[in-house]
């Protein structure tokens, strides 16, 4: 019978954990490892691992070796894939788990933006003049979205409802030419090669004026300071960013304090993929995983 870990508490549902335990000798832990090499420690003797990001940008995980590292999670770009190899750490992602969750959270934020809700909630002192100020409508606005993956895709369903014009960018595509006439520009770019620094001052500063950013990609994508720059000069009319680059929940990363120091950019501290229904299809989709490959057929390989 395999031996699998769970590293930390993954907030299972009771049926999940019935599933899991089928398929092997579990042992489950309720914390959080406090350290990376306490995570190994974790994980030392385990054919399957299930866990969450903590230990896997560390040098530990290149010290497992034969196992199957099984995520609830998308992003990978940090594993270094020839070291995987050489110790035989088979890592299977969780592709789409996310995409329904920060679809929504794009939304939400471009609704918020734009129809000044927040300014509007429980409000006494403003004057009826300033209350009754017109607001703007997404209907008829162009999106140009980066990135035509899950996310982008999904993105691109919620603002059709909404009657927007939707221009998607794809590799290969004129960068340039893609967003020159965007009302709003939804950065939902995967970290790759390819665009790993895509986003530069040329990118920023050729933007409609008036138009908003919107980021729930990793910074390596794009500069930061390019875009504070673009916010200065008045080209933006705002951004709005989820700290991708932050760990989960994390208000003391660097990234975070950067774009909160902008006054212009409303940023939240890496949460948009944190719903129901994205704890429910990521840790599926890790099980699913887990299956595949004792079954001898994995899935989901990165």
């Not at 788990?97 to 300014?119: P, T």
């Not at 950065?187 to 050729?206: A, E, H, R, W």
Request: charged share 25%; aromatic share 8%.
């Amino acid at each position: 019978m395999k031996k699998i870990v769970v590293t930390k508490n993954l907030k299972f549902f009771e049926d999940q954990t019935e599933r899991l335990n089928s398929l092997g000798e579990v042992i489950y832990y309720d914390n959080d490892p406090k350290t990376n090499e306490e995570w190994f420690e974790r994980c030392k003797g385990a054919d399957i691992i299930c866990t969450g990001m903590y230990g896997m940008k560390s040098e530990k995980v290149y010290e497992l070796e034969n196992v199957l590292i099984s995520l609830p999670y998308v992003g990978v770009e940090f594993l270094d894939r020839e070291k995987l190899k050489e110790r035989n750490i088979i890592v299977s992602n969780s592709p789409g788990c996310n995409k329904e969750a920060v679809a929504e959270w794009i939304a939400g934020m471009m609704l918020m933006f734009f129809r000044r809700l927040l300014e509007f909630n429980r409000v006494t002192s403003l004057p009826k003049d300033e209350i009754l100020k017109i607001t703007t409508s997404l209907y008829d606005k162009q999106i140009t979205i980066l990135g035509n993956g899950n996310i982008g895709q999904q993105l691109g369903k919620i603002c059709e409802s909404f009657g927007m014009k939707i221009i998607f960018f794809n590799k290969g595509d004129d960068l340039i030419n893609s967003v020159k006439n965007a009302d709003i520009i939804a950065n939902c770019l995967s970290t790759n090669p390819s665009t790993i620094g895509l986003l530069d001052k040329n990118f920023f500063n050729s933007l409609k004026k008036g138009s908003l950013f919107i980021s729930s990609s990793r910074s390596q994508v794009y500069d930061i300071e390019a875009l504070k720059e673009t916010l200065d000069k008045e080209i933006l009319i705002g951004a709005i960013d989820d700290s991708a680059s932050s760990d989960v929940g994390d208000v003391e990363s660097i990234e975070y304090k950067n774009l909160l120091s902008h006054p212009k950019i409303f940023v939240t501290p890496h949460i948009a993929w944190n719903t129901d229904v994205e704890k429910r299809k990521a840790n599926d989709m890790m099980i699913d995983n887990v299956e595949a490959y004792l079954k001898g057929q994995p899935i989901n390989l990165i």
